[in-house]
């Protein structure tokens, strides 16, 4: 049995309308049916984009919230059927490193008293001096001064804030410490130093973490097995090595190839999956699959009526998608690439008449220079007898014929005309010879 177990948790906020008459008009479906399980000694990592429900998933594992249903099993006792009384003392198993240090710390308490005042209520330590000793011993952990006791939060930096904080859940010796984004709030040489001090922790003092994060490349290098949530819902549970080897998820996927590559030849060739559309709202889930509405490889007639399960697939390898084994190998075509192939025939015939259209031109054109000819021919022979006039006159023609070109519209006007004229050309050779 796991160390901490999960089975169809779900977190439900009601939405109450109303002045005189409050009344519940729905819910909003923060966690809707999680159930995974933590090994102790074990990291398990969470992640998923903002608002998926990742930190109310976090907080209803410690009773801050209310469990709407399911269970929470740690250690063969149900902690969401907890009497308040029997929470209290129980809380000292889980703990929980919030995500922003500064607003979980009293400002108007120094360090001593925030980090001892838990051991008090848990009876930790027989008097306040053999309690500053345990704390003392925690800083040293956690890579603080001793001299940080009587000093208040606002005095230390950002990274240092995060070091109190896990102090503070350190000092209670508990079995699981459930990290809220850790190091979001941090530089990027502080998150290493804190990542690299919870795994010396855990490796030192046993400790089983469940880390929340939206940071990918924290969760890889932290995590033994990741979950990835979306709108609610698990749709993905690996270990980390495979999961980042092969995700199967549509949705594992289009995080993936967003996460940055330092090499920009790799980074240039790599495929970059875009979602399209908004997040629905958890107030309103689709239904079906809760991915359906963005998915490049959705299939209409399942999609959008089943909502699938979380399967293994083979290795400890978890997906919620009806068509993962298709998508993998290559059957079902993504969305995008569809019209790409069929959309050539139908650029071929704009193409084709585009062709063709010009071909009328030099048609209408070969029967102007005739008529132009005929005219030429009906002139006095002297002006055929100078040779200079010639190719001036042949220039001439062209460039009529592309000023006729240029200006189709003109063309019946002109046609006319020329007729006319080589009518009275006609008349005029006629004369002499009656």
């Not at 051991?119 to 000793?133: L, S, W």
Request: charged share 25%.
């Amino acid at each position: 049995m796991s160390l901490l177990e999960l089975d169809g948790v779900k977190v439900h906020f009601p939405v109450r309308k109303g002045v005189l008459f409050d009344r519940t008009v729905g819910h909003v479906y923060a966690v809707d049916g999680i159930s995974l399980s933590v090994e102790a000694g074990q990291t398990y990592g969470l992640v998923g984009e903002s608002g998926c429900g990742k930190t109310t998933l976090g907080r209803a594992v410690l009773r801050l919230v209310d469990v709407t249903d399911g269970s929470v099993v740690l250690d063969g006792t149900d902690v969401a059927k907890l009497s308040e009384k029997e929470l209290r003392s129980f809380r000292r198993r889980l703990q929980m490193v919030f995500q922003d240090p500064l607003g979980s710390l009293n400002p108007r308490q120094n360090i001593e008293s925030i980090l001892s005042e838990g051991m008090a209520a848990h009876g930790i330590g027989a008097n306040q001096e053999e309690r500053r000793e345990k704390i003392k011993e925690i800083l040293a952990k956690v890579g603080l001064p001793t001299n940080a006791l009587s000093r208040y939060p606002h005095e230390f930096s950002g990274g240092q804030r995060q070091r109190i904080g896990i102090a503070r859940a350190l000092v209670l010796e508990p079995d699981v410490i459930i990290c809220d984004e850790p190091v979001s709030a941090l530089d990027v040489s502080i998150q290493a130093q804190v990542i690299n001090l919870l795994e010396e922790l855990q490796e030192s003092m046993g400790l089983t973490y469940l880390v929340i994060a939206h940071d990918l490349a924290v969760v890889r290098h932290i995590s033994d097995v990741i979950g990835v949530m979306y709108l609610g819902s698990l749709v993905e549970e690996a270990p980390s090595d495979a999961l980042y080897a092969e995700p199967m998820h549509p949705y594992t996927k289009a995080l993936m190839s967003a996460v940055p590559v330092p090499d920009p030849e790799v980074e240039e060739r790599r495929e970059r999956i875009l979602l399209h559309g908004d997040l629905p709202s958890p107030a309103n889930p689709p239904a079906g699959c809760r991915f359906h509405t963005r998915c490049p490889w959705a299939q209409a007639t399942r999609c959008a009526t089943e909502r699938p399960q979380l399967t293994d697939l083979g290795g400890g390898h978890k997906v919620a998608c009806h068509f993962a084994r298709e998508i993998a190998d290559g059957t079902i075509v993504r969305a995008g690439d569809e019209p790409a192939a069929s959309a050539a025939p139908a650029d071929t015939a704009p193409a084709d008449t585009a062709a063709d259209a010009p071909a009328e031109i030099p048609a209408q054109a070969t029967g102007e220079r005739a008529e132009t000819d005929r005219a030429e021919d009906a002139a006095p022979a002297e002006a055929k007898a100078d040779g200079a006039e010639a190719p001036e006159g042949e220039a001439d023609g062209a460039e009529a014929d592309e000023a006729e070109d240029a200006a189709p519209a003109d063309t019946a006007p002109a046609v006319a005309e020329a007729d006319s004229a080589e009518a009275d050309v006609v008349k005029a050779d006629d004369a002499p010879k009656a």
